[in-house]
């Protein structure tokens, strides 16, 4: 058995990178692609490597020879790489391709150290890697049979995408047997470079011979084994991800803030949404009404925060919808001079916006950070403060104040010039839903000087669309933020969501109850692991303490390296003392108890 690596190509989509090198000279965490496919070829029994080189190949040989004399590398050489593709690469092999049983790879792949074994291993003489279908790939597609035979290759020009539940993915790592390349696969490659030219694919040798039905080439799915094709810059930073090691790997998911749908197969208990919201047919409306809102223009400020003031039953005149709530708190903080009363630990996106001097922080003094308006109306008594904040339920600990307790802390700033802002993003999965909200004109009306704020992504499941809502009878600050936000912060699906809303607020109430009868399912599993220690929680999420066995750091580390499961690590901020603290969201039952099971094996 023999390996050829075809590394002929530029890379021009990599930039700066690939201007004084080859593509697989870049560096993945810190080894260069070439090193990696090298080393994990070099524990393989193959007589020899040969590698086509072209684009920078006095440099790409220099290191090979450096770093790999043991090895027995062949080079040949494409001295059109700069007009041709791999079909012509692979054709200059040709000679090579017929001595020998072949692995066929791509250089710009980042491989699971398995996967090369496994193709050894396996039986079948001619067999190509595959990945099932997701949103991130590009290029030849393939269907199976059955069993397992590639019965036709779909080039780019025949993707279907109401197809795609039936394609593969070629992972470009072949096994062809001697016998296939000299007697089918070299002869069709001959013909097909003469007749259709140099700059074409390799593999569309492999689709004519699986037209003819002249190849008995099998697929291997790869399951959930990692492997990435690096063409351009976003390739390189999700394979950074993907293959990232020790802490890097929980830090390289969390530092992305979402996103998280470039990596199919990854069980988000990070970020924070209701598992059962939007129901299907909401999301079958939005989505007949694709075309439309993807081509039009959304509507301005005024017509959106009509639609919010309906969303919320509120006034018009008291709402200013967001781009997430994200874009209000943003404009909010900057208007807010002076000193920002805030409990820790909580969400950050308040404090992080002043400056440390001008915080004045409550700390929780018992085991579950738990506290009450009352502790919260002592300790700022005398502080000086310029605006309270509150966030009810709080995240990451669940703490959560009665809504008669939070107007009582109202009234008490509103005495003492205090602006107070309660942020009620989680309020709904409260066992007190739905009568714990403050979004009530007479509300609102009562304490003019009182902000809401509330995340649409978290309670209605519905992240993507990034919708928030802002809320005060101040209508000078009303007026001011609406001037400092774009006319268009929202989208037309956003807008469009929000229009319709309310023929689904029934299935969003039932969405409601069902969350908390899975959150008390869910915190009995959870209170079942000896290394745990559950803290009680009002919102979509537990603060949990890890009591034995791991730190928080390396139970997330493990949970994501071994499951595919991502967590919140929140040992490492200060408000912890360096205690180990995770935060696990509440998702539906088929997902917790996959948490719930990774868990129990930890243990």
Same mark, same amino acid.
């Given at each position: ?46 007589t020899r490597i040969v590698i086509v080189v072209g684009y920078q190949a006095d440099g790409l040989r220099t290191h090979i020879d450096t770093h790999f004399p043991e090895l027995n590398i062949e080079y040949v050489v494409n001295e059109i790489f700069d007009r041709t593709n791999n079909i012509y690469s692979l054709s200059l092999a040709r000679e090579q391709l017929i001595?020998? *049983?072949?692995?066929?790879? %791509?250089? @710009?792949? &980042?491989? #699971? ?5 496994? $193709? ?103 399951? *959930?084994?990692?492997?990435? %094709?690096? @063409?351009? &810059?976003? #390739? ?5 991800? $993907? ?229 005060s009878a101040d209508r000078q600050l009303i007026q001011a933020v609406r001037r400092e936000v774009s006319i268009w912060n929202i989208n037309s699906f956003g807008e469009y969501y929000m229009q319709i809303y309310g023929k689904y607020e029934s299935d969003y109430h039932r969405a409601c109850q069902l969350f908390q009868e899975e959150r008390a399912r869910f915190e ?51 408000a912890f003392a360096g205690k180990n603290y995770v935060r696990i969201a509440v998702r539906d039952t088929r997902d917790n108890n996959r948490l719930l099971k990774a868990l129990r094996d930890l243990a």
């Amino acid at each position: 058995m023999q390996a050829i690596i075809l590394a002929a190509g530029m890379g021009r989509r990599l930039g700066e990178l690939t201007r004084q090198q080859t593509k697989c000279m870049v560096e993945v965490g810190g080894t260069r692609l070439i090193d990696r496919l090298l080393n994990q070829l070099s524990s393989l029994p193959l007589t020899r490597i040969v590698i086509v080189v072209g684009y920078q190949a006095d440099g790409l040989r220099t290191h090979i020879d450096t770093h790999f004399p043991e090895l027995n590398i062949e080079y040949v050489v494409n001295e059109i790489f700069d007009r041709t593709n791999n079909i012509y690469s692979l054709s200059l092999a040709r000679e090579q391709l017929i001595e020998d *049983d072949t692995l066929l790879i %791509e250089s @710009d792949l &980042i491989l #699971d150290e398995q996967l090369f074994p496994l $193709l050894l291993d396996n039986e079948w003489p001619n067999l190509a890697l595959v990945a099932k279908y997701e949103s991130w790939m590009d290029g030849t597609m393939v269907r199976l049979d059955s069993d397992s035979c590639i019965t036709s290759f779909v080039p780019k020009s025949s993707f279907r995408f109401e197809e795609c539940d039936q394609y593969y993915k070629t992972v470009n790592v072949y096994k062809f047997s001697r016998e296939f390349l000299r007697s089918k696969y070299v002869p069709f490659l001959e013909v097909y470079v003469n007749s259709m030219g140099e700059n074409e694919y390799y593999e569309q040798v492999l689709r004519v011979l699986t037209f003819l039905d002249r190849t008995d080439l099998k697929a291997l799915p790869i399951g *959930d084994l990692k492997w990435y %094709e690096i @063409d351009d &810059i976003q #390739d390189l930073d999700i394979a950074e991800t $993907l293959f990232a090691e020790g802490e890097d790997l929980w830090r390289s998911y969390s530092r992305r803030f979402g996103g998280f749908w470039r990596f199919p197969g990854m069980l988000d208990f990070n970020y924070l949404v209701n598992p059962y919201f939007p129901s299907p047919r909401l999301k079958q409306e939005l989505l007949s009404s694709f075309d439309t809102l993807l081509t039009q223009y959304p509507s301005g400020m005024q017509v959106n925060s009509l639609l919010a003031g309906k969303y919320f039953g509120i006034s018009q005149d008291y709402a200013v919808p967001g781009n997430g709530a994200a874009e209000l708190i943003k404009a909010v903080m900057e208007r807010t001079p002076g000193r920002l009363g805030v409990v820790l630990p909580t969400f950050e996106e308040y404090p992080n916006r002043k400056e440390a001097d001008e915080l004045v922080i409550f700390h929780p003094t018992n085991d579950d950070f738990s506290y009450t308006a009352d502790d919260l109306m002592t300790f700022y008594a005398d502080k000086g403060i310029s605006m309270l904040l509150l966030i009810n339920p709080d995240n990451p600990s669940g703490n959560y104040i009665p809504r008669t307790d939070v107007l009582r802390l109202a009234t008490w700033c509103e005495k003492r010039d205090i602006r107070f802002l309660a942020d009620e993003s989680f309020v709904d999965f409260a066992s007190c839903y739905p009568d714990g909200t403050l979004l009530q004109d007479e509300t609102l009306e009562a304490h003019p000087s009182m902000i809401v704020m509330k995340s649409i992504s978290k309670s209605y499941g519905v992240p993507g669309l990034r919708l928030g809502v802002m809320a005060s009878a101040d209508r000078q600050l009303i007026q001011a933020v609406r001037r400092e936000v774009s006319i268009w912060n929202i989208n037309s699906f956003g807008e469009y969501y929000m229009q319709i809303y309310g023929k689904y607020e029934s299935d969003y109430h039932r969405a409601c109850q069902l969350f908390q009868e899975e959150r008390a399912r869910f915190e009995e599993g959870l209170r079942s692991i000896p290394f745990l220690r559950v803290i009680p929680s009002e919102a979509n999420y537990f603060l949990c303490e890890v009591t034995e066995r791991f730190t928080s750091s390396e139970l997330a580390i493990l949970l994501i390296k071994r499951e595919n499961i991502l967590i919140k690590d929140c040992g490492y901020k200060k408000a912890f003392a360096g205690k180990n603290y995770v935060r696990i969201a509440v998702r539906d039952t088929r997902d917790n108890n996959r948490l719930l099971k990774a868990l129990r094996d930890l243990a």
